[in-house]
């Protein structure tokens, strides 16, 4: 029946049209203010009337109006609607600015609902499209770092596509996700690591929101608090990443519109410790070509220096022949012939005994320092291409597009690729039906030579001697890494000085590789009942398939026979959403909307692993061609959740605006019949400035109000307690294999509980002296109890751990984002500037029974811990004794210090404060923008710096040969006080001891207590830097371009860790373990990071 | 205008009924059960995973420091022991082994009729536990292993050792009473018997002398000696020892713990036998030298050759170096 009437009005228009038609016609071209391109699509009608056009593809209009008088209006969406007075006129031509407000003060809030800005009771931060794509960062979310108040991230190391962890509003979980949720397109996107929490193995591996690319994101909003993420339910206690992609775009400016993306960039490595060229390998100012530490006896060109400084015999000769006789001066027996003795021919010498029988001996290998680290590593590069076409009109619009990143890393075989494709479109019809759906294809592969962190081949016994990085940074000095061979000749095996891998080797062989193939898409539609009731429904899946191999080749040390492990990972996420809007205009002054949801979510997850132990052939590394296969792993998960939730806001006369949510879930984790909660929210937002007549440099003043609790439930299979089964045993005595089983060690909880997030945040919003100044402050408080912890239990119960609803958390902080733009002249040159402020503070306010939770870490007693009263996640682990005064205590006899009895909290890893600051200079064409990020305090434990302090390698271990006294006093290890002397006065230490046992030994240095090594992490960086230029209108006239631009990228060029060791110039930005860990506060040496510089490209047709 | 608004809402009620009909499972919450293990696990496969993890243990964990002076590791070697360094065994044998053990005769007992896994549970139990009274004293057991109970137990007492021991001695009673009985259940998961029970009964009698013997200063336990004694069915012959033979297969690695530390990976082996334990064995002409050490060579190793790992320094320590042993041929 409506069409007939549509039908109707239109043939009415048309004969009408006719009628006016015979009047006059008024013609014109649209443009648009910002680049004067011509503008297809707009409508144009006439005032009061049904009569209209729409604009043709170059921007021309064309319309009957009558004789005299008339109004024209045209509007486009996103621009500001205009009308003119068409008088006497018959071309009107209009140039269409951007409607900036409408633009700038809609914001995505949860569950898709566009809110204006003003009317929110809490903060939400937002990012376009522009501020993270083309930041020669192709991690989405390191591309976002430093931008927004609240929100700290943190890169994992330089590895390409290594994970990168998230915190909104500090961590709210003791020893679960701290992650927040990412709703990509409106449905839940999956952002695991699925790794392995133990830092002595990978550190690459990706968290999955790897797979999205910036370039392709069209708009951000992160929801920080809970009053802003909880109708999100249960995975809003993290925070809430909403992404919109430009598939989802909702409208294009042009009816047709293609643009190209492409970057490149080149990276390297940020830093290279200063290492010491005076000393060789050995120990005790020895040389010995089979160590590993650089306390050998001087580089000969150090020789004489050092003997004239100091009195000392040194001599040039490192090696003697089997007859005792002297290598040359200056040169000791090949390190590699000596291993492999007569293997490589030209590493061997014929030498002559006294007795005149010629011996085959290792050839004189020329003692030097070699520049190790520079030449292993190389230059990386990271290039993207994309491109993206979209179409549209009022009604409906079309995007799609493609899009490839290429990076190759700083250590050869280090890369990663992704590849996206995506479509897109949304279509209103007239009778009221809004559809829209999005598909996206990724595919990401990811290569790196075997990463384990690298304390722990020389700490913690061999967890990662097959990786790479086991000792790459304390390589003796003298050892020609890139020179020397590193693989046998004839059956490529593994080739080094010692019975350890070469890390050539393994950067050549030993790979792990990730293939991702992940699919997400959503439809939606929406229905307008009547004019104040709409009921949308949106479904989508998320799924990815991420196919792992870890290969190792046979030949090495640490896996002699090889390996290879596959690992098979998919995840499948469901999410469905009914909502249902009421709106309605009480009165003039009272509005008021409802919305009611039901949400239902599945998400499924299975892993299958196999091991294959002993490769037969090393030209084939596949599973099947290993001699024996044990399937690790066989594991699968499904969890459920439905939920039901409500959101009402009233709002009274645009200045105040209340804002209600509730919602109940349902969850299939928790104990049945008690798996269901409820959790409410209110918010308030009060426009000062609109109800209120304020002074006339104030342009914006906004209070906002809000309290909100989020409930989160548990992870699947924690209600029971199950059995598990073991690897079948092959006795030597009897025939068969043994199965074996054992009643698993985690209690479980029937009666568990979800955990709960209280939140209060308060805010103030300004803008003064005509928006030169814009200020958003927000002091939040939180606080998260029954946490759901795997709490220690006595063993003579049976068990280690139970699960349990546990203790009490904390988070309060201050967020600010300052918008300041010092300088706007006339001539078009503009100086904007933006602070991002976090501070935030955590308190462990009850970490259950024993008051403390220990997460792991390096040793049992060694990493991170909660404690009752510290801040999250402290550093655990030992200390030199100290007296009442703070004086170490010294062992007389060793003139070396001890350790306190039981281990402590010997640092904080936690930052003081962030702050980022754009800064971004614009004139005509030019725009040059740099982010300066400074993070303040965060202590972390450096085992770079120890393992390169006590092997010797830093130049601030060349002075060597005199002695030294640790400063304190005497103690004693038995009473744990000071010595006193017959007067009672503590006396000072005088016993001395060797640079060698200075560095080296138990007690003072980097082998000392673990206090020695944690540094403060204080850093400062320029993090981005682009010049960037768009070519004038005027140069692109006569091209087929409607827009081109090009840019200068720079990304991490500069960092200045004051508090760091110095000399070592490690970036401490590094995470301890994958981004899903609750660890923190350790630096194990994975790849360092790196700093990058290069040129983008972007053209629009 | 209705009619639309009807046939709206019927499309759109198809949409959620196709979305409901297909997947219609959403809403069935009910999928909390682990599909990762088992709920239940058979008798025999927790006698082969008992076995396995005690040997493992006795072999490693008490072994580690009754042995100490053979090994060169940092706490063994000097004897520098302390209150924690049991935690380990203690957490492991509690949690692990001695829980399965528990699950094991609850199970048989449970089951009823099963007098055979039922005894082997009984004399493991008595084994054990005096094994852990002869160690540690005063120790958890009446009250051990409930954590899971319908009443669950969290901090249970310490039992007098006495006491353990004297329930060490009745399971041992109760158990050869279960062997005499008859059985249709065949025993499999036994690692060290195969399921041969009159070796186990023989264990059983042996096991019960070896308790009397070890509380014969406290009590008067001559005449039980003698009847077992008298009764002769003692293990006699080395067929019937009581014997865990560690598997040899690389993957998985069940091999002696032992042998894991110190040989498997490159340099990752912690202890090597002392100089002196090797000097004195040698010099003494022990019988057991060549089944202790297995290194042995008839040629002086070059101490300046760094290819030989036994020649280079200990890989964490800067105040040792690998041992190394020479047998003149």
Known sequence: ?1101 | MKKLHRKALAAFMSLILLFSVSSCDIFDLDVNTDPNNPSQAAVDLLLANVLSNMSSSLAGGFNGASTGFMAQTTANDDFNFSNASWNGTWNFLYSGPLKDLNELVAAAEAQGNNPRYLGIGQVLKAYYFSTMVDFFGDVPYTEAFKGDAETPIKEPVYDDDAAVYADCLSLLDQAIANFALTSTVAVRGDLIYNGNMTRWRKLAKTMKLRLLLQTRNVSDVAGQIQALVTEGDLITAAADDFQYEFPTAVTPDFRHPWYQAAYAGGEAGFSYFGHQFMYEMLVNGDPRFPFYFHRQTTTVLNPDDPTDKQTIPCSQRTDCTYGYFVVES
């Open chain 1, 1 to 1101: 029946m409506k069409r007939i009437l549509l039908l109707c009005f239109m043939l009415v228009s048309v004969f009408v049209s006719e009628v006016w038609a015979q009047d006059r016609v008024v013609s014109g071209t649209i443009t648009s203010t910002d680049d004067g391109s011509s503008l297809p699509g707009v409508n144009v009608v006439l005032k009061g009337t049904t009569v209209g056009t729409i604009t043709d593809i170059d921007g021309n209009y064309k319309i009957s109006v009558p004789a005299a008088g008339g109004t024209l209006v045209f509007s486009f969406i996103g621009l500001t609607t205009q009308e003119s007075e068409i008088g006497a006129r018959s071309v009107i031509d209009v140039a269409m600015a951007s409607d900036v407000k409408q633009l700038t003060e809609v914001v995505v809030t949860a569950v898709g609902i566009e809110r204006e800005k003003k009317a929110l009771g809490y903060s939400v931060a937002n990012l376009s499209s522009d501020q993270v794509s083309q930041r020669a960062e192709p991690d989405p979310l390191r591309a976002m770092q430093g931008k927004m108040p609240g929100v700290n991230i943190t890169g994992g190391n330089g590895a390409p596509g290594s994970s990168t962890k998230i915190n909104i509003r500090g961590i709210s979980s003791m020893t679960g996700n701290s992650q927040p949720l990412f709703i990509v397109d409106g449905i839940p996107f999956d952002n695991s690591v699925n790794g392995n929490d133990d830092p002595g193995s990978n550190t690459v591996t990706s968290n999955r929101a790897f797979d999205i690319d910036p370039n392709n994101i069209e708009s951000i909003s992160i929801l920080k608090g809970a009053a802003a993420s909880a109708l999100y339910g249960s995975r809003a206690t993290n925070g809430v990443v909403v992404i919109t992609t430009k598939a989802s775009k909702k409208n294009t400016k042009k009816g047709m519109e293609i643009s190209y993306n492409g970057s490149v960039n080149w990276q390297e490595i940020s830093g290279i410790p200063d290492y010491q060229d005076v000393y060789t390998q050995g120990s005790n100012q020895v040389y010995n070509g089979g160590f590993i530490g650089n306390w050998g006896a001087p580089m000969p060109d150090y020789v004489d220096q050092i003997n004239q400084q100091y009195g000392t015999n040194y001599t040039k000769t490192y090696s003697l022949y089997p007859d005792g006789a002297p290598y040359p001066d200056g040169t000791a027996s090949n390190p590699i012939s000596n291993r492999y003795p007569g293997l490589f021919p030209d590493l061997m010498q014929d030498y002559t005994m006294p007795d005149g029988s010629v011996r085959s001996v290792s050839a004189p290998y020329k003692i030097e320092p070699h520049d190790i680290i520079g030449e292993f590593f190389q230059t990386g590069r990271v290039v993207e291409n994309g491109v993206t076409l979209s179409s549209g009109s009022e009604k409906a619009s079309i995007n799609t597009g493609f899009s490839r990143m290429n990076q190759e890393g700083i250590i050869p075989n280090q890369t990663v690729d992704r590849t996206t494709l995506f479509f897109g479109g949304n279509g209103q019809l007239d009778n009221g039906l809004f559809v829209s759906g999005t598909v996206n294809y990724v595919n990401t592969n990811q290569v790196s030579p075997q990463s384990g962190a690298s304390a722990f081949s020389d700490y913690y016994g061999g967890q990662a001697t097959n990786s790479i990085f086991a000792r790459l940074f304390y390589l003796p000095r003298n050892f020609d890494l890139n020179g020397l061979p590193f693989e046998h000749p004839v059956d490529g095996s593994n080739i080094f000085y010692r019975a350890l891998d070469n890390p050539r080797w393994i950067a050549k062989n030993n790979l792990y590789e990730s293939n991702v193939n992940r699919v997400y898409g959503n439809i939606t539609a929406g229905y307008d009942v009547t004019e104040w009731f709409n009921v949308t429904l949106k479904g989508g899946v998320n799924t990815y398939h991420d196919f792992r191999r870890d290969l190792i080749r046979p030949g090495g040390i640490s896996v002699p026979n090889g390996g290879v492990t596959t690992d098979d990972i998919s995840n499948t996420e469901q999410d469905y959403n009914l909502i249902m809007t009421f709106s309605k205009d009480i009165n003039e002054d009272l509005s008021f909307r409802a919305l009611v949801g039901m949400n239902a979510n599945e998400r499924k997850y299975s892993r299958r692993t196999i091991g294959g132990a002993n490769v037969i052939t090393a030209s084939l590394l596949k599973t099947n061609a290993t001699s024996t296969q044990i399937v690790l792993r066989d594991f699968d998960r499904l969890r459920r959740l439905i939920g039901v939730y409500s959101d009402i806001s009233l709002s009274y006369k645009d200045f105040l605006f209340l804002n209600v949510v509730g919602r109940n879930d349902w969850s299939s984790t928790l104990p049945q019949g008690a798996n269901n909660y409820f959790y409410p929210g209110a918010s308030l937002s009060f426009v000062l400035s609109d109800a209120v007549t304020m002074p006339s440099f104030i342009n914006f003043a906004k209070l906002r109000v809000a309290q909100t609790k989020v409930g989160r439930d548990a992870d699947p299979y924690q209600v029971r307690t199950v059995y598990g089964l073991g690897l079948p045993i092959a006795s030597p005595r009897y025939s068969g294999t043994f199965n074996t089983a054992t009643l698993g060690n985690t209690l479980g909880n029937a009666t568990l509980k979800p955990e709960f997030t209280d939140e209060f945040e308060v805010g103030a919003e300004a803008r003064v002296l005509n928006n030169i100044i814009g200020l958003d402050v927000t002091y939040f408080s939180r606080s998260s109890t029954d946490q759901i912890a795997s709490a220690a239990v006595s063993r003579s119960t049976g068990f280690t751990q139970e699960i349990v609803n546990i203790g009490e958390l904390t988070n309060k902080g201050w967020e600010i984002g300052l918008d300041v733009t010092p300088v706007k002249l006339s001539n078009s040159f503009t100086w904007n500037s933006y602070f991002a402020f976090t501070k935030i503070k955590s308190e462990i306010v009850d970490a259950g029974p024993s008051g403390e939770i220990f997460i792991g870490g390096a040793g049992s007693t060694f990493g991170t811990i909660h404690r009752n009263g510290a801040p999250y996640g402290q550093i655990f682990g030992t200390s030199n004794a100290r007296d009442d005064e703070g004086n170490i205590l010294i062992d007389k006899n060793t003139g070396l210090p001890f350790p306190t009895q039981t281990s402590g909290i010997i640092g904080d890893p936690n930052p003081d404060f962030t702050l980022g600051w754009t800064n971004t200079f614009s004139f005509k064409g030019v725009t040059l923008k740099a982010l300066i990020d400074w993070k303040q305090g965060g202590d972390f434990y450096s085992f770079t710096a120890a393992s390169l302090m006590l092997r010797g390698q830093l130049a601030n271990s060349v002075d060597r040969e005199g002695l030294r006294v640790v400063p304190g006093v005497y103690g004693s290890n038995q009473t744990y006080a000071a010595t006193l002397d017959e007067n009672g006065n503590k006396i000072r230490n005088t016993t001395p001891i060797t640079a060698f046992d200075s560095h080296f030994s138990n007690g003072w240095g980097a082998y000392g207590q673990d206090e020695v090594n944690v540094y403060d992490g204080t850093v400062i960086r320029l993090r981005e830097l682009s010049l960037g230029y768009s070519l004038p209108k005027s140069i692109l006239d006569g091209t087929p371009f409607g827009r081109a631009s090009i840019s200068l990228t720079g990304r991490n060029l500069w960092f200045r860790a004051p508090n760091v060791l110095e000399g070592l110039n490690l970036d401490p930005e590094q995470l301890t373990a994958t981004a899903d860990s609750n660890q923190q506060g350790f630096e194990y040496g994975a790849t360092p990071t790196t700093r990058r510089y290069g040129f983008n490209v972007s053209l629009s047709f």
